[in-house]
């Protein structure tokens, strides 16, 4: 089974929920999703860090720009293959990457 790495922000308003309903995707997709769980802004990037530096594959991040920057910043100048799952309020990110015209829309 393959696998991927996701970094989410589950004390975000939505956080848990669209965690779990990515993971589920990626499982029925035959995906085995590997949550990294961190409680702070601080902690995800170190725990992003570590997750590109024990060599994860691919990283996904899901939510908003927040999200999406620290898994950048994680995954830049490595063989990481970086995925975003743009669901956030402002999506400014996820927008200027041509990813969705803006705000939430599900």
């Known amino acids: 089974m393959a696998s991927v790495t996701v970094l989410g922000n589950p004390t975000g308003r939505r956080g848990q929920a669209q965690l779990h309903d990515v993971t589920e995707a990626f499982e029925r997709a035959g995906v085995n999703p ?45 063989e990481t293959v970086l995925g975003i799952v743009p669901l956030g309020t402002g999506n400014d990110f996820a927008r200027a990457l041509g990813l969705r015209d803006g705000g939430v829309d599900h």
């Open 34 to 78: 590997d949550v990294i769980a961190a409680r702070t802004v601080a902690d995800s990037r170190v725990a992003a860090r570590r997750a590109v530096a024990d060599g994860a594959t691919r990283l996904v991040a899901v939510g908003g720009d927040g999200v999406a920057n620290i898994a950048l910043d994680a995954a830049a100048e490595s």
